[in-house]
């Protein structure tokens, strides 16, 4: 957490985020190919878990995410205005009266919990939290409290769509909705980074 802080160094810090990011990664699918071999009887389940599949998943398997999203959702859109504040620097989040690496922490422990309990069900679903977030920054602009309710919905409407899909193009045969997206999400990725690239050009023209 200290290192993703902008104290931290700016670039350098999203440097070391990402390598982070690209350990754990690494670790975990070690550790998966672990389970994999021990305990072969298991494998087409969690190959199918591991391509994004809601086909099988139940009620039950969606108890802990839906509880965790009633629960953490409302917090993180009530404090929509420290997250807004804490994007323009900490000392206007001081200004305000919040606790930036609090509300940093938080807010990092609160997307950990819904990722992980969403993953647990339905696998990891590639490119749609990015296509969430891109879509709600353009409609919603940067408020946080706009922009997570609208994430949302358009994560799950874009979810659904995919997975009715993947149930019409091969069937009776099913395409994981984690496949769909994740040939949909290179393009959108690609964009990112060619957005990037360009306001940055645009910055350090004004800059001169």
Do not use: Y
């Amino acid at each position: 957490m200290r290192g993703a802080s902008p104290e931290a160094g700016g670039a350098n810090a999203v440097q070391k985020m990402v390598l982070l990011g690209i350990a754990v990664s690494a670790v975990f699918s070690a550790l998966t190919s672990i389970f994999l071999v021990l305990d072969e009887a298991q494998l087409t389940t969690v190959l199918a878990w591991l391509n994004g599949r809601l086909a099988g998943v139940r009620l039950p398997d969606l108890l802990p995410a839906l509880v965790a999203l009633a629960v953490l959702f409302p917090l993180l859109v009530a404090g929509g205005r420290a997250l807004d504040a804490l994007g323009t620097g900490d000392a206007v989040s001081r200004a305000i009266g919040a606790n930036p690496a609090r509300v940093r922490t938080g807010a990092i422990v609160a997307s950990v919990v819904l990722t992980a309990a969403c993953v647990a069900a339905a696998g990891p679903i590639g490119f749609l939290g990015l296509l969430a977030a891109v879509v709600a920054q353009r409609v919603a602009g940067r408020t946080h409290r706009r922009s997570l309710v609208v994430a949302a919905v358009v994560g799950a409407t874009t979810l659904l769509l995919a997975d009715s899909l993947g149930q019409l193009l091969w069937a009776p045969a099913e395409t994981p909705v984690g496949i769909l997206t994740g040939i949909a999400g290179v393009p959108l990725l690609l964009w990112g980074i060619r957005s990037m690239g360009a306001s940055r050009k645009g910055g350090g023209r004004r800059g001169h």
